[in-house]
């Protein structure tokens, strides 16, 4: 397997750097260093060159929790842009590229989190206990429940879907009044919020926050407030200080000179692209394939179209190397 390297993080520092034997392992821990360029730097190893897509899922596990105590090893000391996990580059050189290429993104991102640090709070309940409590509070939820109970085999299967959809409106109103609560009384200690997926039916809240580190106290006091307001109700766990995650990873793509070729007979051109030429072919073919065309869905030909124009895009703006910021789940929609 021929070598590579391994990009950890961003940080802001002119100086090269050096952290110890705490990267990937491979036999042992890599040596985990810089490569800089300006006022930042990537914080890397050398490693056997891998496609994390095509390995154990032992392997990836064990890989993604090293990624990250290093990352926040490093955040220790330094100013932190984590970079997507499984990231990985032929030679240094490419590591340079993509710091210079993405150096005024790059930048910013850093200025942005800058004394600021993610907080992530998780807080779950145990339905049959909330239920016995919804139920004694709502009558009508609590006649269908008794009648159910004394109707034996007479029970009618319109009475128990009825019960089924009393229980579950009755529960998502309760975990909404929760959720509402918990970001009422945390977001004025943060300056962003990025809501996750909720795992389970257990699980009513699941975001990240960022926050001013200067503020970690108060946040501490609010999370503590919360808990004994709704002591043997809901339970909270709180996970950080963490580096921001959720709200600036960094994403390295080398794009492939196939793909530009695939989405330019996607988009029907030809020769030289232009912002002019790129804008003109997407909005005529925008237009012929937008889900009002097709009774609302989204089609499998706007898909290619939307891919095809952010390829090209992505190519105008920085060629073959392209840099981004990833923000987990801004699309996320509790109980929608």
């Given at each position: 397997m021929p070598?590579?390297?391994?990009?950890?993080?961003?940080?802001?520092?002119?100086?090269?750097q050096e952290f110890g034997a705490?990267?990937?392992?491979?036999?042992?821990?890599?040596?985990?260093?810089?490569?800089?360029?300006?006022?930042?730097?990537?914080?890397?190893?050398?490693?056997?060159?891998?496609?994390y897509d095509s390995i154990s899922k032992e392997k990836v596990i064990k890989d993604l929790a090293t990624h990250e105590r290093a990352i926040e090893k490093v955040m220790g000391q330094f100013i932190t842009l984590p970079v997507k996990f499984g990231t990985m580059v032929e030679n240094e050189a490419q590591v340079t590229e993509f710091l210079e290429k993405?150096?005024?993104?790059?930048?910013?991102?850093?200025?942005?989190?800058?004394?600021?640090?993610?907080?992530?709070?998780?807080?779950?309940?145990?339905?049959?206990?909330?239920?016995?409590?919804?139920?004694?509070?709502?009558?009508?939820?609590?006649?269908?429940?008794?009648?159910?109970?004394?109707?034996?085999e007479q029970v009618s299967v319109e009475d128990k879907?009825?019960?089924?959809?009393?229980?579950?409106?009755?529960?998502k109103k309760e975990k909404n009044k929760y959720q509402q609560l918990i970001l009422q009384d945390?977001?004025?200690e943060t300056v962003d919020i990025c809501l996750h997926d909720l795992m389970n039916d257990e699980m009513i809240f699941n975001a990240a926050f960022l926050l001013?580190?200067?503020?970690q106290e108060d946040f501490d006091t609010a999370v503590h407030s919360l808990d004994q307001k709704l002591k043997n109700t809901v339970y909270f766990r709180v996970v950080?200080?963490?580096?921001?995650?959720?709200?600036?990873?960094?994403?390295f793509k080398r794009i492939d000179p196939e793909e530009i070729e695939a989405a330019k007979k996607t988009l029907g051109l030809t020769?030289?692209?232009?912002?002019?030429?790129?804008?003109?072919?997407?909005?005529?073919?925008?237009?012929?394939?937008?889900?009002?065309?097709?009774?609302?869905?989204?089609?499998?030909?706007?898909?290619?179209?939307?891919?095809?124009?952010?390829?090209?895009?992505?190519?105008?703006?920085?060629?073959?190397?392209?840099?981004?910021?990833y923000r987990w789940k801004e699309d996320v929609q509790w109980d929608s």
């Amino acid at each position: 397997m021929p070598d590579g390297i391994y990009i950890y993080c961003i940080i802001k520092t002119s100086e090269p750097q050096e952290f110890g034997a705490i990267g990937i392992i491979n036999g042992a821990a890599s040596h985990v260093l810089t490569i800089g360029f300006k006022d930042i730097a990537a914080v890397i190893s050398h490693n056997p060159l891998m496609v994390y897509d095509s390995i154990s899922k032992e392997k990836v596990i064990k890989d993604l929790a090293t990624h990250e105590r290093a990352i926040e090893k490093v955040m220790g000391q330094f100013i932190t842009l984590p970079v997507k996990f499984g990231t990985m580059v032929e030679n240094e050189a490419q590591v340079t590229e993509f710091l210079e290429k993405g150096y005024a993104l790059l930048k910013d991102e850093l200025d942005k989190v800058e004394g600021k640090v993610e907080l992530d709070v998780v807080a779950t309940w145990e339905p049959p206990s909330i239920l016995a409590t919804l139920v004694g509070q709502d009558k009508q939820l609590r006649e269908v429940q008794q009648k159910i109970a004394s109707g034996g085999e007479q029970v009618s299967v319109e009475d128990k879907v009825l019960l089924g959809q009393l229980i579950g409106q009755a529960l998502k109103k309760e975990k909404n009044k929760y959720q509402q609560l918990i970001l009422q009384d945390l977001k004025q200690e943060t300056v962003d919020i990025c809501l996750h997926d909720l795992m389970n039916d257990e699980m009513i809240f699941n975001a990240a926050f960022l926050l001013e580190k200067k503020k970690q106290e108060d946040f501490d006091t609010a999370v503590h407030s919360l808990d004994q307001k709704l002591k043997n109700t809901v339970y909270f766990r709180v996970v950080g200080p963490l580096p921001p995650y959720s709200f600036s990873t960094i994403l390295f793509k080398r794009i492939d000179p196939e793909e530009i070729e695939a989405a330019k007979k996607t988009l029907g051109l030809t020769g030289e692209i232009t912002d002019e030429s790129l804008r003109d072919a997407y909005y005529q073919l925008a237009k012929k394939y937008h889900p009002d065309k097709a009774g609302g869905e989204t089609s499998m030909e706007f898909q290619a179209i939307q891919n095809a124009h952010r390829t090209l895009r992505n190519f105008i703006e920085g060629g073959l190397i392209h840099t981004e910021v990833y923000r987990w789940k801004e699309d996320v929609q509790w109980d929608s």
